[in-house]
């Protein structure tokens, strides 16, 4: 017995020195690879281009191979820098027979013929097509390209019938049936959204050139479409009917952008560099990165929530949280919709939309809400299936008040960059306890607004109001009244929580009397932290904030 326990007990320590060496080579190891840079895709819209340079890819490769299969001619909107060109540029390398680019991604165990097929691939997104010779310039490039390789000709007939002639003579010389890839197809109408004229002969030259799609089906293998949007003003779709519109389809919600399992499978070094970089743990950070940059729903169903793939590879890459997203690209169509339609904003978080809004092609630029969540700045929040109802809310951080600052600067008539500042101010001020300095700013933000801007109703003010608060609560603990009862707005801050109550009609008195009659700092008397009930009137004269009145109770 003797015997073997020493023998036993000598395997042990071995074990235990095998195991000691192998975690110091793990360590070893994971040093190694720390000093190794791996390329994150940002900005590569080719498929080609990141798998042979080695950019590190979120493999979406069996979405292609399920829709490659179904071979039916699909659309899909999705907002601006989500991975659509990306999408259509691995669709044409999969239909151009590229297996090697393939090698180690899920398609590889699925694809057995990798079948080659004349692609034709079409990207509106690089123009300004501010002229309608613009977008014939790009049309005219593009039917030059093709009509060289497949050798048509096409001198003397409209685009739409050398487009056509394209893709028959692409089929017959291959012997094999097209794949045809719009990528944007609805940037032009985009750019010129408010130039009536423009859109008129934009719409009347793109629908020709893509209708052409549902007459030439014998010659085509496959049809992906990509865009923003899918409106009337935009035109085309009441002649492609035969389009399978995948935008809010549950089996497609992950087609683009990112879940946490992918970023957390394919980023994992950079996540753990991301936290050490700001000091945070790796919960944290995952809780962070989701806080700002997840939330997007493309479906009711699945319950996918997903990230904004451009957000999180910038932040994985500079290691510094910031509005990468919103920064990219400033929604000035979108501001032009709500000064034309005067639409309160105060309605889009949390608004109630219908089915039919969300996918139908008969909605028109006098509705903006679904152009907004369209092009990313809200996003499904909750559906409900008896009504067939939508609720719909900003999907994050960035968004919301990357938003909220955008249309704070058109309200007031501020320079953008100053709105920050302002609300920077307005916390500092709170926080000290200093309410007298908070209103005064607060009035010279009003004071900005120009003249002609003072004759609007009583809801721009309030609109203002709104924003001013809303953006409060990136930095502290700040509500906008929801529901009768409540006070105009409540702000809490780590020494004081302030209740206040504006009045449009009516003196700071009777606002004061307000907060106390209605009983709006009760639910605070438990607390440690110095209620401040704040009274203000609106001075119609002014167009401005009037007296006010600062009360304070222990």
Same mark, same amino acid.
């Given at each position: 017995?003797?015997?073997?326990?020493?023998?036993?007990?000598?395997?042990?320590?071995?074990?235990?020195?095998?195991?000691?060496?192998?975690?110091?080579?793990?360590?070893?190891?994971?040093?190694?690879?720390?000093?190794?840079?791996?390329?994150?895709?940002?900005?590569?819209?080719?498929?080609?281009?990141?798998?042979?340079?080695?950019?590190?890819?979120?493999?979406?490769?069996?979405?292609?191979?399920?829709?490659?299969?179904?071979?039916?001619?699909?659309?899909?909107?999705?907002?601006?820098?989500?991975?659509?060109?990306?999408?259509?540029?691995?669709?044409?390398?999969?239909?151009?027979?590229?297996?090697?680019?393939?090698?180690?991604?899920?398609?590889?165990?699925?694809?057995?013929?990798?079948?080659?097929?004349?692609?034709?691939?079409?990207?509106?997104?690089?123009?300004?097509?501010?002229?309608?010779?613009?977008?014939?310039?790009?049309?005219?490039?593009?039917? =030059?390209?093709?009509?060289?390789?497949?050798?048509?000709?096409?001198?003397?007939?409209?685009?739409?019938?050398?487009?056509?002639?394209?893709? *028959?003579?692409?089929?017959?010389?291959?012997?094999?049936?097209?794949?045809?890839?719009?990528?944007?197809?609805?940037?032009?109408?985009?750019?010129?959204?408010?130039?009536?004229?423009?859109?008129?002969?934009? =719409?009347?030259?793109?629908?020709?050139?893509?209708?052409?799609?549902?007459?030439?089906?014998?010659?085509? *293998?496959?049809?992906?479409?990509?865009?923003?949007?899918?409106?009337?003003?935009?035109?085309?779709?009441?002649?492609?009917?035969?389009?399978?519109?995948?935008?809010?389809?549950?089996?497609?919600?992950?087609?683009?952008?990112?879940?946490?399992?992918?970023?957390?499978?394919?980023?994992?070094?950079?996540?753990?560099?991301?936290?050490?970089?700001?000091?945070?743990?790796?919960?944290?950070?995952?809780?962070?990165?989701?806080? *700002?940059?997840?939330?997007?729903?493309?479906?009711?169903?699945?319950?996918?929530?997903?990230?904004?793939?451009?957000?999180?590879?910038?932040?994985?890459?500079?290691?510094?949280?910031?509005?990468?997203?919103?920064?990219?690209?400033? +929604?000035?169509?979108?501001?032009?919709?709500?000064?034309?339609?005067?639409?309160?904003?105060?309605?889009?978080?949390?608004?109630?939309?219908?089915?039919?809004?969300?996918?139908?092609?008969?909605?028109?630029?006098?509705? +903006?809400?679904?152009?907004?969540?369209?092009?990313?700045?809200?996003?499904?929040?909750?559906?409900?299936?008896?009504?067939?109802?939508?609720?719909?809310?900003?999907?994050?951080?960035?968004?919301?008040?990357?938003?909220?600052?955008?249309?704070?600067?058109?309200?007031?008539?501020?320079? %953008?960059?100053?709105?920050?500042?302002?609300?920077?101010?307005?916390?500092?001020?709170?926080?000290?306890?200093?309410?007298?300095?908070?209103?005064?700013?607060?009035?010279?933000?009003?004071?900005?607004?120009?003249?002609?801007?003072?004759?609007?109703?009583?809801?721009?003010?309030?609109?203002?109001?709104?924003?001013?608060?809303?953006?409060?609560?990136?930095?502290?603990?700040?509500?906008?009244?929801?529901?009768?009862?409540?006070?105009?707005?409540?702000?809490?801050?780590? =020494?004081?929580?302030?209740?206040?109550?504006?009045?449009?009609?009516?003196?700071? %008195?009777?606002?004061? *009397?307000?907060?106390?009659?209605?009983?709006?700092?009760?639910?605070?008397?438990?607390?440690?932290?110095?209620?401040?009930?704040?009274?203000?009137?609106?001075?119609?004269?002014?167009?401005?904030?009037?007296?006010?009145?600062?009360?304070?109770?222990?």
């Amino acid at each position: 017995v003797r015997v073997y326990r020493k023998k036993y007990v000598r395997v042990f320590f071995d074990l235990f020195a095998y195991l000691e060496k192998y975690l110091h080579l793990c360590k070893l190891t994971d040093k190694a690879m720390g000093n190794i840079v791996r390329k994150l895709p940002i900005g590569i819209q080719s498929f080609d281009k990141l798998r042979t340079e080695n950019y590190l890819y979120v493999d979406k490769t069996e979405f292609i191979y399920q829709m490659a299969y179904q071979g039916v001619p699909y659309f899909l909107s999705r907002p601006r820098r989500f991975g659509k060109s990306l999408l259509l540029s691995t669709f044409k390398a999969y239909f151009e027979g590229k297996k090697e680019l393939f090698r180690g991604l899920a398609i590889e165990k699925l694809e057995t013929e990798w079948k080659e097929h004349p692609v034709l691939h079409f990207s509106l997104n690089a123009e300004l097509y501010d002229s309608r010779k613009a977008l014939e310039n790009m049309l005219e490039r593009q039917l =030059r390209e093709w009509e060289k390789i497949y050798d048509t000709g096409g001198e003397g007939i409209t685009y739409s019938g050398r487009f056509m002639t394209i893709i *028959r003579r692409a089929a017959e010389i291959t012997g094999r049936k097209v794949v045809v890839l719009i990528d944007e197809y609805d940037k032009p109408l985009l750019r010129n959204l408010h130039n009536e004229e423009l859109q008129n002969e934009f =719409r009347e030259l793109l629908t020709a050139f893509y209708t052409v799609l549902k007459d030439a089906d014998p010659w085509l *293998r496959f049809v992906f479409i990509t865009g923003v949007t899918k409106f009337a003003q935009v035109g085309i779709f009441s002649n492609l009917n035969h389009l399978n519109d995948i935008s809010l389809a549950p089996q497609y919600a992950a087609l683009c952008g990112m879940t946490l399992p992918e970023i957390e499978a394919t980023f994992q070094p950079e996540l753990y560099a991301l936290a050490e970089a700001n000091k945070l743990s790796y919960e944290d950070t995952i809780e962070k990165i989701t806080r *700002r940059y997840d939330g997007y729903h493309f479906d009711f169903r699945s319950g996918i929530a997903l990230y904004n793939p451009f957000s999180v590879l910038n932040v994985l890459s500079k290691q510094v949280f910031y509005d990468y997203w919103f920064a990219s690209g400033t +929604p000035t169509f979108l501001a032009e919709m709500l000064r034309k339609t005067n639409y309160d904003i105060r309605e889009l978080d949390g608004i109630e939309v219908s089915e039919v809004s969300l996918s139908d092609d008969r909605a028109n630029i006098n509705n +903006p809400v679904p152009m907004i969540y369209q092009s990313g700045y809200l996003t499904i929040k909750s559906y409900d299936e008896r009504f067939r109802l939508y609720t719909l809310g900003y999907p994050n951080e960035e968004v919301k008040y990357g938003f909220l600052n955008f249309v704070a600067s058109m309200y007031a008539h501020l320079p %953008e960059t100053e709105t920050p500042f302002y609300i920077g101010k307005f916390i500092q001020e709170l926080e000290s306890g200093n309410t007298e300095a908070f209103l005064t700013r607060l009035k010279a933000f009003f004071a900005d607004i120009p003249y002609e801007l003072n004759d609007r109703t009583e809801r721009h003010y309030q609109v203002v109001f709104y924003i001013v608060f809303k953006l409060l609560g990136q930095f502290t603990e700040a509500e906008v009244r929801s529901a009768q009862g409540r006070a105009d707005a409540i702000v809490k801050t780590p =020494r004081y929580i302030y209740v206040f109550e504006f009045k449009l009609r009516g003196t700071a %008195e009777e606002a004061i *009397r307000q907060i106390d009659d209605r009983g709006y700092p009760i639910p605070y008397t438990a607390d440690e932290r110095e209620v401040v009930k704040v009274g203000v009137a609106f001075d119609a004269a002014t167009r401005n904030l009037g007296e006010w009145l600062i009360e304070k109770t222990l």
